[in-house]
């Protein structure tokens, strides 16, 4: 079968420690992988994004690692701070292809809290 | 910074009847799409849409859905006769392009509760 999917549900860290949330998929066809951000009562925010060709994408104050040898899929916070505490998913997009739709496949979510 | 709104924030309805969730998305985005996420479980995807025709539609997407972009600005999604496993949060999300490289931006979603 085809899934993305999270080790962790829920994540508890110190703020000023960096967090890191991880994230299983199964499919190798998927051209790029999405993490989001999803705060209570929002929608779903993207974060940064990574193309299956690399293996590490830097951001502000974020790092996305992408690991196709055992298809894993991690997101790094740097300092976290409790701006940073909600619910992180993971997303692959396997492009147009045939079927033209763009879709994302989203995993299940890490609830992340960052304690004072 | 340009985002997509979504209307209402909350709909009841009563089970059978027809609901119109009402979207707007980023102005110079051609690309639009609805998901929903059943309280506690995972954004599924439902339907995609470019060019006035859906792209791409998942299971979920049955004859009781329906997509228009009635004007320039709105993007609306349809359930002509609502179940109670309709009860979900509805997201809208646009971008720019097509390709899987383009981030699709998403709305804060309407709640839909089905009596």
């Known amino acids: 079968g085809e899934s993305v999917g999270l080790h962790l549900p829920t994540l508890s860290v110190q703020e000023g420690d960096n967090s890191i949330i991880n994230c299983a998929y199964s499919n190798s066809a998927s051209d790029y992988f999405i993490w989001y951000k999803q705060e209570s009562g929002k929608g779903p925010q993207f974060i940064i994004d990574?193309?299956?060709?690399?293996d590490k994408r830097q951001g502000q104050r974020v790092t996305v690692l992408l690991n196709k040898t055992v298809k894993h899929l991690s997101l790094q916070i740097a300092a976290t701070q409790p701006g940073d505490s909600a619910v992180y998913f993971c997303?692959?997009?396997?492009?147009?292809?045939?079927?033209?739709?763009?879709?994302?496949?989203f995993g299940t979510g890490t609830q992340l809290k960052v304690e004072l | 910074e340009p985002e997509v709104t979504q209307t209402p924030s909350h709909q009841v309805t009563q089970m059978g009847q027809e609901v119109i969730l009402r979207c707007v998305p980023i102005s110079n985005h051609l690309y639009f799409y609805w998901y929903r996420q059943i309280l506690g479980q995972k954004v599924e995807f439902l339907v995609s849409f470019y060019n006035n025709e859906i792209s791409e539609k998942s299971e979920i997407f049955d004859d009781q859905f329906s997509v228009e972009r009635p004007d320039g600005s709105n993007f609306t999604l349809k359930i002509r006769s609502t179940k109670l496993e309709d009860s979900a949060m509805y997201f809208c999300a646009s971008s720019e392009g097509g390709g899987a490289s383009q981030p699709q931006h998403f709305g804060d979603g309407t709640r839909l509760s089905i009596l």
């Open positions: 997303a692959e997009n396997r492009g147009a292809g045939t079927g033209g739709g763009n879709k994302l496949t």
């Open positions: 990574i193309r299956s060709n690399m």
